[in-house]
C-alpha cells in the first residue's frame, strides 16, 4: 500500500493495476488447479466408479453409463488380475491391449448374464444328480402290507 491516491485519475490507475494483478493470479490458479486435477483424475474414476457401486444410483441397479455393480467390478478388477497374475512380466504394450479387451469384454458381463450362467450351472448339476439317483422301486408281493390276512 505504498501508492497514496491524490485525485480521481490516481484511483482509475489503481483499480485498474488491481484489475490486472486480479487476473494474473487467476490465470495462475486456473493453472495450477488442472495440474492438480490432472494428477489426480484417474483416481477421482476409481473413487467415482467405487461411489456407484456402493451407493447405488437412482434405480439402485444401474449407473448413469448404463452399467450395473457387476460391470463396474469387472472393469475395475478384470484388468488389475489379468495384468497381474497373468502377465506380470509382460510390456507396456501387451498390458494396454489387455486392458483395452478387459474393458470390452466387461461391458458385456452385466448380472443377468451371471445369473443367466448360474441357473445353467445349477440345472447341469440337478440334472446329473437326478440321473445318479435312481428310486428305489417297491416290491409288489401281491399282499398289501398292512392287510390283517395271514
Do not use: C, H
Amino acid at each position: 500500500m505504498g501508492i497514496k491516491i491524490q485525485n480521481i485519475d490516481d484511483l482509475r490507475e489503481e483499480v485498474v493495476r488491481l484489475e490486472v494483478v486480479r487476473t494474473e493470479i487467476e490465470t495462475e490458479l486456473k493453472v495450477e488447479a488442472q495440474k492438480i486435477t490432472s494428477k489426480i483424475r484417474i483416481p477421482l474414476i476409481l473413487l467415482r466408479k467405487l461411489n456407484n457401486f456402493f451407493a447405488g444410483s437412482k434405480d439402485k441397479s444401474r449407473t448413469k453409463d448404463g452399467e450395473d455393480w457387476v460391470t463396474s467390478i469387472f472393469s475395475i478388477g478384470l484388468p488389475l488380475l489379468l495384468n497381474r497374475f497373468l502377465f506380470p512380466k509382460s510390456g507396456f504394450i501387451v498390458k494396454s491391449i489387455i486392458e483395452l479387451i478387459s474393458q470390452t469384454t466387461a461391458k458385456t458381463v452385466n448380472t443377468d448374464l451371471i445369473v443367466e450362467i448360474i441357473e445353467k450351472v445349477s440345472q447341469w448339476i440337478k440334472s446329473t444328480g437326478s440321473r445318479n439317483k435312481k428310486e428305489e422301486e417297491m416290491v409288489d408281493y401281491g399282499i398289501p402290507p398292512d392287510s390283517e390276512s395271514y
